[in-house]
């Protein structure tokens, strides 16, 4: 029997079993036989009972031998480290050097100095480095390894180079944590330079070395490096897994190679999330929305659900395009399956923003928990982008009661909020203060709030005087923020001294050469605006054209300058002419002074009254019944409304934006896409509407329990709108809507919004408000369905 159980056949049986009965027979065996005896038995016997997940029989087994070496106290100690137990691995390694004998070797430094990593345990770990040093275990190259991993985990990377360069020998696992290590630490320079030392000394790079090259080629942006790596592997056959081309396909994208990214990714044999999320990432981070969102769309149809990546993703694509009713679903669609957490609920509160809808953006931004600093900088600076420059400041105020402490970015948001609002003199308060009693160094971009604050109000030499203070060169940035107040102001003059500036920095966008040009057109510079030209036209590209878009039933129509491809063409020309011969009645003129070509007056005039704003906005009237509301084109719609057109008096939906033009065929389908174009993504509250519309107000056609949960459901909306007034008359409303519902049900509604956390007393405002008598069942039902309509706008659902 003894012989049977010889340590080789031994430690080959333990190792194969797989099933405790069988386990627990062997361990008698043992016992009987003697065999747990032998040195290394029980070291065995515990990493197998570890690999059936039963530590307390592993444990009971290292009790129970009566001198354990050293390979049974890793056993042990290797056993918590796989179940995750880093804790218990200290205090194991802790418990073997106390005792003093037996001494550790190599893997129990090793798996001890893997914990401290994971446990960000720097204090422990340099503990066990210096046990390791004295034991002569400085050079192994497996504590090395470990002591690199762990300096590289806590971002200590000169302690880590220190090791390097002091490791007599280096394997391909050094190699990799090093480079790993400084991308992680955001030094991808030094990355690209330990992988050129380990090609000098003729290591051969793995997929894994491959992987942190290739993110520190996309983190560095050097897309020179980043093909010579691909074309290496390529050449040298390098085996890929999934990993290896997703960070391909990150990296393109992320340097704006997206076609290249897109071939990359196609020629991929295996995609998971992660592939499908770094595309359609990288669609969305350069700007091609439409091409972003298809891509979600697509990857659905695969079968995949996007994970927080792909959502926060098409959450920017739906900024970018004002899509509101596709944000509003991909908003349920987290709130269904994920945890909102700061980064998404701070996405989401974005995309409300840009999106126009600024009141859903606050009622969010309430509800988010976990809000951290990045939350307060986004809300601050969505009051800024709708040009609320005293809401922001009021933000700044309630976030500076909070435990955090304002950074660079909120004063850049607040600083920002203030120009867009007109904010002069908060401006130069806060400015002084950020430097003098929160000790921030004012930033380029911090310059260029200010200067772009001064400029629009019209201090254009105080604007300059700032620039003349900084204590570095100022950007293009700075200058172009003087340059467009200038040429607001008709400061001629300084305003070409600005253009001559942005011209010596050689901006590489288009649009900065055509304020350039309009300046000097103004200042009737022709020689120089033929230098701008001539440079434009040498630089290989066309500015493309903005459009504007209108949302109008969830669906997105887009309008150019001049489109005559919409199918009600003809009407929203009718409708534009009779509204322009109204406006002159009342003392519109069209600006053609800002159309800076050698044109007739006519055209002018045609060229501006074919502007895609005014094309979207024509649409919409077109299209929307009273009821609707508008939010967009200044001067028109300023003019309009005193024409008192019903539509635009009870307000029009519009989200108009211009963005850089992406592929036109998938736009189109994405625009036309209408209710079908993500059937996936449900709102939670998705029936909420159609629920309304169905409630007839009264106990003959509808039960009370259908009002009761319509009612309740509206009941977290009212407590979340800003507007006092809105919600003061959804209560008036919601105890009107109570006349037919019984008695017990009547008082459970009411008790819902008399709670002190939502509103005042709903009978206090019943009674104080003024609101003109329902005559009928169905003019209450319509006054209900209005406010329903509000309270989604508010919450940012529908």
Not at 492 to 504: D, H, N, P
């Amino acid at each position: 029997m003894r012989s049977a159980l010889s340590r080789p056949s031994l430690k080959h049986v333990l190792r194969s079993c797989s099933g405790a009965q069988a386990l627990v027979q062997i361990h008698a065996l043992m016992l009987v036989t003697g065999s747990l005896y032998y040195p290394h038995s029980s070291g065995h016997l515990i990493s197998a009972y570890a690999r059936i997940g039963d530590v307390a029989a592993a444990h009971s087994v290292f009790r129970t031998a009566s001198n354990p070496n050293i390979s049974t106290w890793n056993a042990l100690i290797i056993a918590h480290s796989r179940r995750g137990s880093l804790d218990q691995v200290l205090r194991l390694y802790r418990l073997l050097v106390s005792q003093g004998r037996p001494r550790p070797d190599s893997s129990t430094f090793t798996v001890t100095l893997k914990a401290c990593a994971q446990l960000f345990d720097l204090r422990s770990g340099r503990e066990v480095i210096t046990h390791a040093s004295d034991l002569g275990y400085s050079h192994d190259v497996f504590v090395c390894s470990s002591v690199l991993n762990m300096y590289a985990k806590c971002g200590k990377m000169d302690d880590a180079m220190r090791v390097f360069d002091e490791m007599p020998k280096k394997d391909i696992v050094s190699w990799t944590t090093m480079i790993t290590g400084f991308v992680n630490a955001g030094n991808p320079v030094e990355a690209i330079e330990v992988y050129r030392k380990m090609q000098a000394e003729g290591v051969e790079g793995d997929g894994i070395v491959m992987v942190g090259l290739l993110q520190a080629c996309a983190a560095f942006g050097d897309m020179g490096i980043g093909q010579s790596v691909h074309g290496y592997m390529l050449r040298h056959h390098i085996e890929t897994d999934v990993v290896v081309e997703t960070c391909l396909v990150d990296m393109y994208a992320k340097n704006g190679f997206l076609e290249t990214a897109h071939i990359v990714f196609e020629k991929m044999t295996s995609k998971n999330v992660v592939s499908w999320s770094a595309l359609i990432s990288g669609y969305a981070q350069n700007g091609f929305a439409s091409d972003a969102l298809w891509m979600l769309i697509k990857m659905q149809e695969f079968g995949l659900c996007p994970d927080s990546v792909a959502l926060v993703s098409a959450i920017l694509a739906c900024s970018h395009i004002g899509f509101l009713k596709l944000g509003k679903s991909i908003h349920g669609f987290i709130m269904k399956r994920f945890d909102f957490d700061h980064i998404l609920g701070t996405a989401v509160i974005d995309m409300y923003s840009k999106c126009g809808s600024l009141l859903s953006a606050r009622a969010l931004f309430n509800r988010v928990c976990s809000r951290d600093l990045i939350s307060w900088n986004t809300m601050i600076a969505s009051y800024g982008i709708h040009g609320h420059g005293k809401e922001a400041l009021s933000t700044f105020l309630e976030m500076s009661k909070t435990e955090f402490k304002p950074d660079h970015a909120t004063f850049a948001s607040l600083l920002s909020a203030f120009s867009h609002s007109g904010l002069v003199e908060e401006g130069r308060h806060w400015f002084n203060l950020m430097r003098q009693e929160y000790r921030i160094g004012p930033s380029d971009k911090h310059y260029v709030c200010m200067v772009d604050l001064l400029a629009r109000a019209g201090h254009v030499e105080e604007a300059h005087e700032l620039i003349q203070s900084m204590p570095d060169e100022p950007g293009v940035a700075v200058w172009v923020a003087l340059l467009s107040g200038c040429h607001n102001h008709k400061k001629l003059e300084l305003g070409q001294y600005a253009a001559g500036k942005v011209l010596e920095l050689c901006p590489d966008d288009l649009g900065i050469y055509s304020l350039v040009s309009n300046v000097f057109a103004v200042a009737k510079n022709w020689d120089k605006v033929v230098e701008v030209r001539r440079r434009m036209k040498n630089m290989g590209t066309r500015k493309v054209p903005g459009y504007s878009l209108v949302e109008v039933e969830g669906k997105l129509h887009a309008f150019r300058m001049e489109d005559r491809s919409h199918p009600q063409y003809e009407k929203i020309m009718d409708l534009l002419k009779r509204l322009d011969f109204e406006m002159r009645k009342l003392g519109y003129k069209p600006k053609t002074e800002f159309v800076f070509h050698d044109l007739d007056e006519e055209v002018k005039e045609r060229m501006l009254g074919n502007h895609s704003e005014k094309l979207a906005i024509a649409f919409g009237l077109l299209t929307t019944s009273p009821g609707t509301r508008i939010n967009s084109c200044r001067e028109l719609t300023e003019t309009v409304h005193k024409l008192q057109i019903e539509q635009l008096e009870t307000g029009f939906k519009l989200e108009t934006a211009r963005h850089r033009s992406t592929s036109s065929s998938r736009l189109q389908q994405i625009l036309s896409g209408g209710r079908s174009i993500w059937p996936e993504l449900k709102l939670e509250h998705e029936a909420l509407n159609e629920n309304a519309e169905k409630v007839h107000l009264s106990s003959s056609s509808a039960s009370g329990t259908t009002i009761l949960t319509v009612l309740q459901a509206l009941s977290f909306l009212v407590a979340s709108l800003q507007e006092k007034k809105i919600s003061q008359i959804l209560v008036v409303l919601f105890l009107k809507a109570l006349q037919g519902i019984p008695g017990s049900q009547r008082l459970q509604i009411r008790k819902a919004y008399d709670s002190p956390q939502h509103l005042p007393s709903a009978h206090a405002c019943f009674n104080r408000l003024d609101l003109p008598e329902c005559t009928s069942e169905e003019q209450l039902r319509r006054r209900l369905l209005l406010a329903i309509n509000e309270a989604n706008e508010g919450f940012g659902i529908g």
